[in-house]
C-alpha cells in the first residue's frame, strides 16, 4: 500500500483514539510501537493503522461502554 493511501491522524486525535496521552503516543512513536509521517509543515501524524496493531496495544475507543467501565466490569 502506498504511504499516501494510509490514513493518519493528528497526535491529538489519537491520543482520543486509544485513550492515552501525549506523552505515551510519542513514548510509542519513540519505541516504533505506532507509524508516524511528518507533513511538509513538520507536523506528525500517525498512521491510523498502527494504533491497535499489537496484542500490547489498547482497545479500540468504544470498545467497553462508558458503564460498564463505571461498573468496573
Known amino acids: ?5 494510509r490514513p493518519t491522524v493528528s497526535i491529538p486525535k489519537a491520543c482520543e483514539l486509544v485513550s492515552v496521552s501525549r506523552r505515551t503516543i510519542y513514548n510509542w512513536i ?37 458503564e460498564s467501565m463505571r461498573r468496573g466490569a
Do not use: H
Open 30 to 66: 519513540a519505541s516504533g510501537k505506532v507509524q508516524y509521517v511528518r507533513t511538509a509543515g513538520g507536523a506528525v501524524r500517525i498512521f491510523a493503522d498502527t494504533l491497535w496493531r499489537g496484542p500490547e496495544a489498547p482497545a479500540p475507543a468504544g470498545a467497553w461502554s462508558d
Open 1 to 5: 500500500m502506498n504511504p499516501a493511501d
